[in-house]
């Protein structure tokens, strides 16, 4: 069974960084993109960034410049790097992964159970 594991939220002050992390249960390489999405409090969930199968990279302007997403194949992990945050990135922070071969006719979606993100003085 996929399982995708997020790990690294926690609470940060105001301009700090933190890392997230995302653990696949098998290669990430079965998947394509991963990506990290984010939902606030009474707001939709919000595309962040994601990593393609060969190492493609795709960002939300509204995090370019201060998140990385990154991978270690080796360890089957995806990473969101984040720097200068704001209070307004507290949210949850999900890890998704699109399966990479159709299964009857659709690639299935995969999703973490989430890790928050408290930024706050």
């Known amino acids: 069974q996929v399982q995708l594991v997020e790990s690294g939220g926690g609470l940060v002050q105001p301009g700090g960084s933190l890392r997230l992390s995302c653990a696949a249960s098998?290669?990430?390489?079965?998947?394509?993109?991963m990506a990290w999405y984010r939902q606030a409090t009474g707001k939709e969930r919000e595309f962040l960034a994601s990593i393609t199968y060969d190492g493609r990279t795709n960002y939300a302007d509204s995090v370019k410049g201060r998140f990385t997403i990154s991978r270690n194949i080796a360890e089957s992990t995806v990473y969101l790097q984040m720097n200068s945050l704001e209070s307004e990135d507290t949210a949850v922070y999900y890890c998704?992964?699109?399966?990479?071969?159709?299964?009857?006719?659709?690639?299935?979606?995969?999703w973490g159970q989430g890790t928050l993100v408290t930024v706050s003085s």
């Open positions: 998704k992964g699109r399966w990479r071969w159709s299964v009857n006719g659709r690639f299935p979606e995969y």
């Open positions: 098998g290669s990430i390489f079965s998947f394509n993109p």
